[in-house]
């Protein structure tokens, strides 16, 4: 079933409390709620990495990759990129519990609106690639945070490339 | 020969009880003094040369600025020297006016009135000279000022104003629009405001924040407490309130919010994002866009009233950056629909073709309809630079203001003489705002107690 992006926001913030919620009990007890989360971590075979918890928003972070970058003005998903999204797809379907907010954003070369709607479209093509290879439609929530959330910051390329970027986040947005 | 004569004009200002009367001189000439239209300014030159009073005509290229002196307004308590010197701050700002140093003065006004001594003004080349008293009147302020024209000893405008003490600052800045409109034959731009995103923090994690203050950088309020990020703040033409986008809950939406009572309310019931928001001239409608399913832009319109939405645009683009011509019938917005951002103007009404009207060399964005109509400002990003620019409705007579490594987001003052922006320079540190006039002039920065952009200007205040 495809949902409109209406119901979709009208369930975030009772999703996002929820994963905050199983987040912090995770890390608290260091142990999986039932049902919630698999309990199986151990034979999937990535306990050992970076010391992350499997199934865990660090495991996500560190073992996946919770980011893609783009080229200048374009929301076009990257060969690098699409590597990053079918792991991310992958896990995804290890673990199906998670809803996600997929972040768009631009690089300050741009002006403000631009920018905004750009990185809608970017988390749109990010979206639509994950759905791709499998990642159900009402899993994802969308958001652009245009230029506003920049995370590398000087004036060259070096760092404008890092900040053209779409974020995967579990559970819910990470801003504001 | 220099009593007032009876009350001529009455106003009264709802929000802050202003009263304002006319003060003149009995003397045969007063019909002479009507203000000149520019266009045939230089007939009434040539047929009454005795008379010719001081005039700037701004239209020009290159302006020499008058040379004007502002006494201190006579007053028991020191506030009439205040209120001359945010008169004479305006003046100054607006570049069309060179206020002459007070040591240079000769005469010291006593009695404001009397006739100056016009030759002691003539001498240290004052071509307009304003004098004025403030005096307390039951508890109310009230002040008044008269111009002279030094040259031709006569005076040109004197009005008297009654309100109270905290608004000093307000009479001042109507005191100086009267003296520009008087001396320029434009309508003046003093007595405004401008609401903009205030800044703090960190560039990863700004904390952003609406403000509103006079259009000279005094009397900053923040209008929100930074929760929330917020962006492109634009006034209403009627009402005390602006439309602006809000993040609050992690749904970017376009919002109202009542400038008195900081009420805040959700602009349409939209399934995406919706940004960029804009008031029609008549302010019954908000024009924005809304973020389509498939990650493109379009524009709509909704009509405060009834709440009817009507989509304007149905492009497989970004259209973003929607502006009303100042008569409401036609749109100038952005899209990038034939590869980069381009500049396009479309009926009201929307639906049918959209005309490029921007053919320059890099991309055009932010379009903001002048007041006056006569012209388009906008951003354009070209060879790494970022410019501020005008450009007539047909695309034609381009000229770039101001160019550097970021200018951003035009606003027109009411007069459309003036432009706010803001300027991003490189480095970590935030942005700041600009002014700067029509002819590409006069650059100012707006001091503000942090970091400053999204600038929008008020309407002439009523």
């Known amino acids: 079933m495809r949902l409109t992006q209406t119901q979709q926001f009208s369930t975030s913030s009772a999703v996002r409390t929820m994963a905050l919620v199983l987040m912090t009990t995770l890390a608290l007890a260091g142990c999986a709620k039932k049902n919630t989360l698999p309990n199986n971590a151990g034979d999937l075979g990535l306990g050992a990495n970076g010391g992350a918890q499997p199934g865990t928003t660090q495991d996500f972070t560190v073992n996946v990759g919770d980011r893609i970058f783009f080229d200048t003005d374009s ?57 791709s290879q499998g990642v159900a439609r009402n899993r994802i929530k969308t958001l652009s945070f245009g230029k506003e959330r920049p995370v590398a910051v000087c004036d060259d390329i070096s760092c404008w490339s890092q900040n053209r970027r779409a974020v995967t986040n579990l559970g819910g947005p990470s801003g504001t | 020969m220099t009593q007032l004569t009876a009350t001529k004009i009455k106003m009264r200002d709802k929000t802050l009880g202003l009263k304002r009367n006319s003060l003149m001189l009995k003397t045969a000439s007063i019909r002479l003094l009507r203000p000149m239209v520019m266009t045939i300014a230089a007939i009434i030159m040539l047929t009454l040369p005795a008379r010719a009073l001081v005039e700037i005509d701004i239209n020009k290229g290159n302006i020499e600025p008058l040379p004007i002196a502002i006494t201190d307004f006579i007053s028991g308590d020191g506030i009439g020297a205040k209120i001359s010197q945010v008169v004479e701050a305006d003046l100054r700002r607006s570049g ?18 009397a006739a100056p001594r016009f030759e002691d003004w003539k001498v240290i080349n ?53 003296i520009y409109e008087r001396l320029t034959g434009e309508k003046g731009y003093f007595d405004s405001r401008v609401v903009f995103v205030s800044e703090s923090g960190p560039k990863t994690n700004r904390v952003k924040k609406l403000a509103i203050m006079d259009q000279d950088g ?103 950056s929607p502006s009303y011509s100042p008569d409401g019938s036609q749109i100038v917005f952005e899209s990038d629909r034939g590869g980069r951002q381009q500049l396009y103007v479309m009926g009201a009404g929307g639906g049918g073709g959209a005309t490029r009207i921007s053919f320059g060399n890099g991309s055009y964005s932010t379009p903001v309809w002048s007041p006056r109509g006569d012209l388009i400002a906008f951003t354009k990003q070209s060879g790494g630079q970022f410019s501020i620019g005008v450009m007539r409705p047909d695309g034609s007579g381009e000229r770039i203001l101001t160019t550097g490594f970021h200018n951003e987001g035009p606003t027109w003052a009411p007069n459309g003489r003036v432009l706010m922006f803001f300027r991003q320079g490189s480095g970590s540190a935030g942005p700041q705002l600009y002014s700067i006039d029509l002819t590409g002039r006069n650059e100012q920065k707006i001091e503000t107690p942090n970091y400053g952009s999204d600038p929008a200007w008020s309407p002439l205040l009523d």
């Open chain 2, 126 to 178: 004052a071509q307009a000279l304003v004098t004025g008293r403030v005096t307390d009147e039951g508890g109310r302020l009230k002040a008044e000022f008269r111009l002279w024209d030094t040259f031709v000893g006569e005076q040109m405008a004197g009005e008297q104003f009654f309100t109270t003490g905290e608004n000093w600052r307000r009479v001042a800045h109507i005191i100086a629009d009267a």
């Open chain 1, 75 to 131: 929301s076009s998903i990257r060969g690098d990129a699409q590597q990053t999204l079918a792991r991310q797809a992958q896990w995804l379907g290890r673990y199906p519990n998670y809803q996600i907010t997929v972040e768009g954003h631009a690089d300050e070369r741009g002006t403000r609106e631009y920018n905004l709607a750009l990185g809608a479209r970017r988390a749109a093509a990010t979206r639509d690639y994950l759905v």
């Open chain 2, 218 to 320: 005094a009397n900053v309020r923040n209008l929100t407490n930074g929760g929330d990020l917020v962006l492109t703040p634009r006034f209403s033409p009627s009402r005390q309130e602006i439309t602006y986008m809000d993040f609050a809950g992690g749904q970017p939406k376009v919002y109202l919010l009542q400038l008195e009572t900081g009420q805040r309310e959700l602009v349409g019931d939209f399934p995406g994002m919706t940004f960029s928001p804009r008031f029609s001239p008549d302010g019954s409608k908000v024009i924005m866009s809304l973020q389509q399913e498939d990650g493109n832009a379009n524009i709509y319109s909704m009509d405060l009233g009834s709440r009817n939405t009507t989509r304007l645009t149905n492009s497989p683009s970004i259209d973003t």
């Open chain 2, 96 to 113: 069309l006016f060179a206020p002459i140093d007070k040591a240079a003065f000769i005469e010291k006004v006593s009695n404001p009135d």
